[in-house]
């Protein structure tokens, strides 16, 4: 039984907490956190990844960054990454994760780029990228 998984980007301000937001809506009951391979601990969601979630029904304006630890690996079924370097370099940092480990992008052969300190028009793209990296996601969940 799949009970937590955990959303990584570099920084947590972007990408892995508009991931996260979508995906516990879509997985109701599971614990869904996320964290950054570089977080800039303590900071908030950037302006522009709190808009596009706002417009797309979900509130991330509360989400402070947080910087990955041994122990939200440990606790996660399942670890997303946005990129395959961010897939590798969460296995070396912490080799137990190894076969827990996947991109977003996984199923469709793709990686999510960084919107961050990019026009709002790249965090929208990012975001319906995300939403269609979750799609493939949901459906293997439902599935366990």
Known sequence: MMNSILVVCEG?????????????????????ASAGLNALVGMPAAQYACDVMRERGHD???H????????????ADVILAM????????ESQFSFTRGRVFRLGEFLDIDVEDPYRRPKSEFERCAELISVCLTEWTARFSAL
Do not use: E, Y
Request: hydrophobic share 40%; glycine share 10%.
């Open 12 to 32: 947590n301000l972007c990408r892995s907490p508009m991931a996260a937001a979508m995906l516990g809506s879509l997985l109701k009951g599971q614990q869904v």
């Open 60 to 62: 991330i304006t509360g």
């Open 64 to 75: 402070r960054a947080t910087q990955i630890a041994r122990s939200l690996c440990s606790s």
């Open 83 to 90: 990129d395959g370097a961010q897939k590798r370099q969460i």
